[in-house]
T-cell receptor, first 113, second 113 residues
Framework: ETGVTQSPTHLIKTRGQQVTLRCSSQ?????VSWYQQALGQGPQFIFQ???????GRGNFPPRFSGLQFPNYSSELNVNALELDDSALYLC????????????FGQGTRLTVV | KQEVTQIPAALSVPEGENLVLNCSFT??????LQWFRQDPGKGLTSLLL?????REQTSGRLNASLDKSSGRSTLYIAASQPGDSATYLC????????????FGGGTRVLVKP
């Protein structure tokens, strides 16, 4: 049990809608990173939050946005959903920025129809 | 830009055989390399983390080596069992990656009874 929890586990949205995914980090961890994993591929980095500030962003458009709260939980928001946004969204928490082990949640499976 | 490759993409072995999984990366300026296991439709389970100053890490039947000069890491799983069937992913964290994990595409392993 890693202690990282994501909600919801599955959801289906219509193209053009907006979605919010949530992540509770492991106790004592102040860094949260979000990844998108398309079927059959490795996860791709979306962005990272450290102590409520964005600390790095991958090659994703601005309609992907995030937030980290004082308790270090985090949200991933995606606006104007596209069919290609269908994927497994993974949240990882760690203590600090570098050289520490990352622990992942079980993921949220998003299907856009 | 860091690129991580895992070959082969899929591997099938009889129970009891040792597994050797390969991971190569292009930028040797890494902070660490982490191995994960992923069961179908699930999140990532951390297996081993090797810091850049280390050459190997061991946990039970698992052993991972790191050779930064050649840009390679290898995960060995001794005496494979059907329960080891899963996808194994390696990820490098380094300066070029901006404190994020860069993943390989994974190796899908099937251990046949």
């Amino acid at each position: 049990e890693t202690g990282v929890t994501q909600s919801p586990t599955h959801l289906i949205k219509t193209r053009g809608q907006q979605v919010t995914l949530r992540c509770s980090s492991q106790s004592g961890h102040n860094t949260v990173s979000w990844y998108q994993q398309a079927l059959g591929q490795g996860p791709q980095f979306i962005f990272q939050y450290y102590r409520e500030e964005e600390n790095g962003r991958g090659n994703f458009p601005p309609r992907f946005s995030g937030l980290q709260f004082p308790n270090y939980s985090s949200e991933l928001n995606v606006n104007a959903l596209e069919l290609d946004d269908s994927a497994l969204y993974l949240c990882a928490s760690s203590s600090g920025l570098m050289t520490t082990e990352a622990f992942f949640g079980q993921g949220t499976r998003l299907t856009v129809v | 830009k860091q690129e991580v490759t895992q070959i082969p993409a899929a591997l099938s072995v009889p129970e009891g055989e040792n597994l050797v999984l390969n991971c190569s990366f292009t930028d040797s300026a890494i902070y660490n390399l982490q191995w994960f296991r992923q069961d179908p439709g699930k999140g990532l389970t951390s297996l081993l983390l090797i810091q850049s100053s280390q050459r190997e890490q061991t946990s039970g039947r698992l052993n991972a080596s790191l050779d930064k000069s050649s840009g390679r890491s290898t995960l060995y799983i001794a005496a494979s069992q059907p329960g080891d069937s899963a996808t194994y992913l390696c990820a490098a964290e380094g300066r070029a990656a901006g404190n994020k994990l860069t993943f390989g595409g994974g190796t899908r392993v099937l251990v046949k009874p």
